[in-house]
């Protein structure tokens, strides 16, 4: 991925998060969370960060995913996991 600016991943996790969501008209954003995007919950999360894992190549930590509390705290990680190889 030779491109990590947070706009490009934010892009990269679009079809990953309507794929998970099952909703092709969802845009998220780096506010977005499981509190104020329609079908984000608990299964679908471990949906999300399953495919996340797989389409970046990075694994997360447990710490890490408590860590996350938005998009953007995702966005950061992905950015700073792929600095880190």
């Known amino acids: 991925m ?3 600016s947070p706009d490009t991943v934010l892009q990269d996790l679009q079809p990953i998060f309507q ?3 099952n909703d092709q008209q969802i845009v998220v954003t780096r506010v977005s969370s499981a509190f104020n995007t329609p079908n984000w919950d608990s299964l679908a999360h471990i ?3 399953e495919m996340v894992e ?3 190549k990075v694994k997360f930590a447990l710490g890490e995913l408590h860590e ?3 998009v953007g705290d995702m966005v950061d990680m992905i950015i700073e996991k792929k600095e880190d190889d």
């Open 47 to 49: 949906d999300l960060i």
């Open 19 to 21: 794929e998970a969501l």
């Open 2 to 4: 030779p491109d990590l």
């Open 68 to 70: 996350m509390k938005n």
């Open 54 to 56: 797989l389409h970046f």
